[in-house]
């Protein structure tokens, strides 16, 4: 049995024409951006540190290259609103990845690495039976789900886990974050050695704070599902409605503010790894055109009644 979608509610076809020229023009840039960025990745990579002590701005470079490709599947389809936690993630990680380069590299890769450390051992303690967090784990998927199976380490394998310590390396940032821990009960890694306390506070150091109110805060209402506004709307005679999905409103400013974040993370990563690049300068000038060409696009969003 197949069931077709209420036009009213989700009509594909229309709406891919109603955003046909945004599409036309955003899709084939944030394509041609990612692209180049997968060859700028592997440039890098070639050319910066090959240890672990240089991992956190490939590993932060490349979630934005992965957003960004979202972004522009979601884009080509004119689903415009679940890009916005995409967006915020690709915001997220050009934050921490301008300021690991901006000043202190070394040091800020370390406290990276260290919280990374911290993830990857919290993981694997979840799993653990014999540790507290892992006791919990199982204590709930035990009451709130006995019929399924959660998969248990081998005992050898939690051996090898039990014994990894973090990198001598680490110390001065092991004990720079319990100093910083009484301070500050959850810090980030770039709260470390008096940095930032948390994101807005990030992005502020960064002259960013606008890109946090208007692309972080403001799209919480949509993560959550916290905004009504978004689901119901007044049509101009007057009769409230459901809103239809896929409407592109918010298209192109998603759309460009993914092109900019990755636009703007691949010209850090270059003038970091390989400042020496001829090519890369008239690349970068013509995609800055493009992106505030795009932006005057005008979408007009015709709301339709079943």
């Known amino acids: 049995m197949t069931t077709e979608a209420n036009p009213r509610i989700l009509n594909r076809s229309q709406a891919r024409v109603d955003a ?4 036309e023009s955003a899709s084939p840039l944030l394509e041609e951006i990612i692209n180049y960025s997968t060859q700028a990745f592997l440039r890098c990579c070639l050319t910066g540190n090959s240890t672990d002590k240089e ?8 979630h934005i290259v992965e957003m960004t490709d979202g972004v522009q599947v979601l884009i080509a389809q004119s689903c415009c609103e679940p890009v916005a936690p995409l967006i915020r993630s690709c915001f997220e990680g050009f934050l921490s990845l301008e300021y690991l380069l901006k000043d202190d590299y070394e040091r800020r890769c370390l406290c990276w690495l260290y919280f990374d450390y911290l993830r990857s051992t919290q993981k694997f303690e979840q799993l653990d039976p014999e540790s507290d967090r892992g006791k ?3 204590e709930v998927f035990a009451r709130e789900m006995p019929s399924v199976t959660v998969p248990r380490w081998p005992a050898e394998h939690l051996g090898n886990i039990r014994k990894i310590s973090p990198n001598p390396r680490l110390t ?8 910083t821990k009484k301070k500050c009960k959850t810090p980030e890694w770039y709260t470390l050695f008096d940095g930032p306390r948390n994101l807005r506070e990030l992005a502020r150091s960064l002259s960013m704070e606008g890109e946090y109110i208007t692309l972080y ?9 916290g905004d009504s506004s978004r689901y119901i709307e007044t ?8 809103r239809q999905l896929r409407l592109a409103e918010n298209l192109i400013n998603y759309a460009f503010y993914a092109g900019v974040f990755l636009w703007r993370a691949t010209d850090s990563m270059l003038r970091k790894f390989r400042p020496y690049e001829p ?5 970068s000038t013509d995609i800055r055109s493009r992106l505030i060409q795009m932006r005057g696009i005008n979408i007009e969003v015709l709301h339709r009644r079943a």
């Open 55 to 62: 991992l956190a701005p490939f590993v932060l470079y490349f």
């Open 136 to 138: 919990g784990f199982y």
């Open 172 to 179: 001065p940032i092991k004990e720079e974050f319990k100093r």
């Open 20 to 23: 046909k020229e945004l599409i």
């Open 217 to 225: 805060k403001e799209s919480s209402s949509v993560i959550h599902a």
């Open 235 to 242: 049509l101009p005679d007057g009769t409230v409605v459901g």
């Open 279 to 283: 090519n890369h300068a008239k690349w």
